[in-house]
Nanobody, 119 residues
Framework: QVQLVESGGGLVQPGGSLTLSCAAS????????MGWYRQAPGKQRELVTT???????KYADFVKGRFTISRAAAESKVYLQMNSLKPEDTAVYYC?????????????WGQGTLVTVSS
């Protein structure tokens, strides 16, 4: 069984920074994609950013230049550095990994961590 655990959420003022972390545990064979999604109140979950096993990254337009994804693959960890935060970044942020356990590849999600951007 695989578990993803996020940390680092909280309250931050507009213009501030925050770093989210996510660690995966369990009998993981390979991790193909790591990423972050978010869901604001009353809205659908949306992609924020992803990073592949070879380091290719993708960012949503609304975070380009402000957020940076990184990974410590050997430790099954992924990070999200968020700078220049705006009130509209307020959301529950979910860690995502597409990984294999043995020969079976599945999507896995963390429980979510709340980020609130407010003065």
């Amino acid at each position: 069984q695989v578990q993803l655990v996020e940390s680092g959420g909280g309250l931050v003022q507009p213009g501030g920074s925050l770093t989210l972390s996510c660690a995966a545990s369990g009998s993981i064979s390979s991790i193909y994609i790591m990423g972050w999604y978010r869901q604001a109140p009353g809205k659908q979950r949306e992609l924020v950013t992803t990073i592949t096993s070879v380091g290719d990254t993708k960012y949503a337009d609304f975070v380009k230049g402000r957020f940076t994804i990184s990974r410590a693959a050997a430790e099954s960890k992924v990070y999200l550095q968020m700078n220049s935060l705006k009130p509209e970044d307020t959301a529950v942020y979910y860690c995502y990994m597409y990984l294999s356990v043995g020969s079976r590849a599945l999507e896995h999600w963390g429980q979510g961590t709340l980020v609130t951007v407010s003065s």
